[in-house]
């Protein structure tokens, strides 16, 4: 009888001492592959594992239950993982729960379904949120304008916006590129697209899907741009009704005055903009600091704000990162003036070197959004018929990491932010 207690007790010591609980490690020093480790985590939320981010501990890492087949993946993809017992996972929460720790732990609920706005024939590289989608292995659908205005953003819960230019002055390639055949041929399939959609003018086509993807988010939907996408969608909102296109664009004049009609109330983060009407300017307003910028390559970063992880869950969450300091990067629109920010905005990363916003968020509705200003966070300055980054070279990016937060963002238990 006393050898069976005494059997039994092993056999509970064995199953309590066995690993229960998988750690994907997020700081500088233990993680080889940042940008896998949210592919991993999307991969078990798809095959309805339970997961955690813990925020703010070692980087933001994620918590994940101990299966052969994550760690088989984990290995497979190249990700740094650490095997917990139920006790090192109960002392890692308990210390994250402490009030003196700005540290917390926030349930990934389900895969969101991701849909990224792109038009047929782009490549992977031309937008940098798609190549680094592939890259971590997280699917995502190309939806276009056919989509949009068939009302199937329904089907989605996080959309992101290509480096589109919703005001139909063709991305402004106007002054560089007006003789090139990839330019003319671009203009043509958006006019011969506006027309199948029963538009006159693409400026009166894209102004009605940028008020889809507005009612997509106000509805309750999150939308993450970059580069030209985040002010063009703006202009575009702000110029309803306004003809703000010259001849070159859409065939007619622009109308007069046409600054003086804008409606900034209709906008999502941006105000009292002043457009530039130069067709030839690469530019489309004064929102974009690209042109006052006079930093050099090697002085050009960013710093994220820090936030209360307990208090300011969500900013916690899009802010996670292995540094506070984060290269800069160019692009159509780099950043953002500061003055041309609504005050119920939140600024997320800022360059004080240039005074200038790179990283913002707000709320529209039921919904939220994030402007990132630039390109590619690996690419200093992309010009067109650049090569494409290679990610194999750069799995540890934090100007990438950010896009990623922004994928894995919708997962969350939300809480209600309190500042």
């Known amino acids: 009888m006393l050898k069976r207690i ?48 813990l925020l703010n501990y070692r980087g933001g890492s994620f918590l994940l239950p101990d299966a052969p087949e994550i760690r088989r993946e984990c290995q497979i993809r190249g990700v740094s993982f650490e095997i917990l017992s139920d006790s090192e996972e109960t002392k890692i929460l308990e210390d994250i729960s402490s009030p003196s720790q700005n540290m917390e732990t926030v349930i990934l609920e389900k895969a969101p379904k991701i849909a990224v706005y792109t038009p047929e024939g782009k490549q992977p590289w031309d937008d940098a949120v798609t190549m680094v989608l592939t890259y971590a292995e997280i699917p995502f659908t190309p939806i276009y304008d056919e989509e949009v205005l068939s009302d199937q953003l329904l089907l989605y ?40 959609l029963g538009y006159p003018k693409v400026s009166q086509e894209k102004v009605a899907v940028a008020k ?60 009292d903009f002043i457009l530039e009407r130069r067709p030839e300017q690469y530019e489309f307003s004064d929102i974009d600091m690209t042109l006052k910028r006079r930093i050099p390559m090697e002085k050009d970063y960013f710093t994220l704000m820090e936030f209360s ?30 003055s041309l920010i609504k005050s119920n905005v939140l600024v997320m990363g800022t360059c004080e070197l240039n005074g200038e916003v790179r990283y913002l968020h707000g709320e529209k509705g039921k919904g939220m959004y994030t402007f990132y200003g630039g390109h590619d966070p690996e690419d200093f300055q992309h010009q067109v018929g650049d090569p494409p980054t290679v990610l194999d070279l750069h799995p540890n990016s934090p100007g990438y990491r950010l896009i990623l937060n922004n994928v894995l963002f919708p997962a969350a238990r939300k809480k209600k932010q309190k500042t």
């Open 6 to 53: 005494i059997y039994t007790f092993v056999i509970l010591l064995s199953f309590s001492a066995k690993a229960s609980f998988i750690l994907l490690p997020m700081d500088e020093t233990t993680q080889q592959n940042h940008l896998k480790a949210y592919g991993i985590t999307y991969w078990c939320l798809d095959k309805n594992y339970k997961a955690s981010w």
């Open 157 to 196: 819960d996080w959309l992101h916006l290509h480096h589109e230019d919703f005001t139909g002055q063709y991305g402004k390639f106007f002054g560089a590129y007006r003789n090139a055949p990839w330019y003319i041929e671009q203009k043509k399939e958006a006019e011969i697209l506006a027309a199948k």
């Open 212 to 271: 889809k993807i507005r009612d997509f988010v106000i509805g309750g939907g999150f939308m993450f741009a970059m580069c030209s996408a985040t002010d063009s969608f703006d202009i575009a909102l702000a110029a309803d009704g306004v003809d703000i296109c010259e001849t070159m664009f859409d065939g007619d004049a622009s109308d007069a005055n046409f600054q003086s009609k804008m409606n900034y109330g209709s906008t999502f983060a941006f105000k």
């Open 309 to 338: 992880a307990k208090w300011d869950p969500i900013p916690s969450m899009l802010c996670q990162n292995h540094t506070q300091l984060v290269k800069g990067f160019m692009g159509q629109t780099t950043s953002f003036d500061p």
